[in-house]
């Protein structure tokens, strides 16, 4: 079975990637972006060409040489990268496993397929099954996003005997506002040490009473300290302090919702390095 060199918990920035004015991925940058992270966030662990990171929108080539950099310059500065290689095509996910265990990657994430979608649990395990064995020597994460996929196949039952399938199965990036389905999946899986990381940020208090173990998440790249404060607050049991946290960090991202993305919210490199 595969073992990280420790548990994959605490904060995980999604990171961002990073652009040029004409479209092209600017790999300049990303050095920076790392040192930002650990120095000033205090965010030691990325998922790279996730959601945040608009993974499903580069091509296979980039998404390469996106988890090439991010491995390259956070060696020895990072804990942990895991790469999402989740893809339409089960071969380019395949690809991007193998691809991510070749440049020593820390793990891999998968999302549901979600064009000609998964029927049932059985049928999204052999499809996760077939890319997590193209990369036998890394941890694998299941990634539940459904308000993106439209694959409303429950966590709790997914990982419902996952192990038994997929034997190199670590985890799971809960990205989902259903907490009955998250505590479930803690409450039935105890046993299993598995890492239980919550995806919605502005709820993130209510995972980690619900068991969380980390988070995985966009804010963390620019609100990643105030979260630790709230993440240190809770493991000391002072739960008004953290309550006050998690409120700010909700009336920052409630601000931001508010906004008109477009004409008044930009989420560049720049931008993001320099708050």
């Known amino acids: 079975m595969a073992s990280p060199k420790k548990k994959l918990q ?9 652009m040029t004015e004409h479209g092209e991925i600017n790999f300049s940058v990303i050095g920076q972006y790392v ?4 120095e000033e966030q205090g965010v030691k662990n990325i998922f790279v060409n996730g959601t945040t990171g608009e993974g499903l929108s580069l091509s296979v080539s980039e998404r390469r040489q996106v988890a090439e950099e991010w491995v390259a310059k956070g060696r020895n500065k990072l804990d ?23 440049i020593g990657a820390d793990g891999i994430a998968v999302i549901a397929p979600f064009f000609l979608k998964p029927r049932n649990k059985d049928i999204l ?9 193209a990369a036998p020597a890394l941890p694998f994460y299941y990634y539940h996003i459904p308000a993106l996929t439209g694959v409303k196949i429950r966590a709790e039952e997914l990982l419902d005997g996952i192990q038994d399938k997929i034997p190199t199965f ?5 990205s989902d ?33 619900m068991g969380a173990t980390g988070a995985v998440g966009s804010t963390y790249n620019y609100m990643g300290k105030k979260t630790n404060q709230m993440l240190e607050a809770f493991e ?14 909700q009336r920052f991202i409630n601000f931001v919702l508010k906004l008109d993305l477009d004409n008044c919210f930009c989420w560049t490199p720049d931008y993001v390095l320099h708050l």
């Open 35 to 38: 040192d930002y992270l650990v």
């Open 125 to 133: 395990i052999n499809f996760l099954k077939e890319v997590a064995t």
């Open 10 to 18: 605490g904060l995980v920035a999604a990171t961002i990637t990073p």
């Open 236 to 249: 000391r049991k002072d739960f008004s302090s953290a309550l006050n946290h998690q409120f700010c960090i």
């Open 80 to 102: 942990q990268v895991v790469i999402h290689v989740g893809a339409l095509s089960l071969k380019d996910s395949q690809e991007l496993a193998r691809h991510a265990a070749e």
């Open 170 to 174: 670590q985890g799971l990036k809960f």
């Open 177 to 209: 506002t259903d907490l009955l389905d998250f505590g479930q999946c803690v409450d039935q899986n105890r046993q299993q040490q598995f890492a239980f990381l919550f995806g919605v940020d502005e709820q993130l208090l209510s995972a980690l009473v």
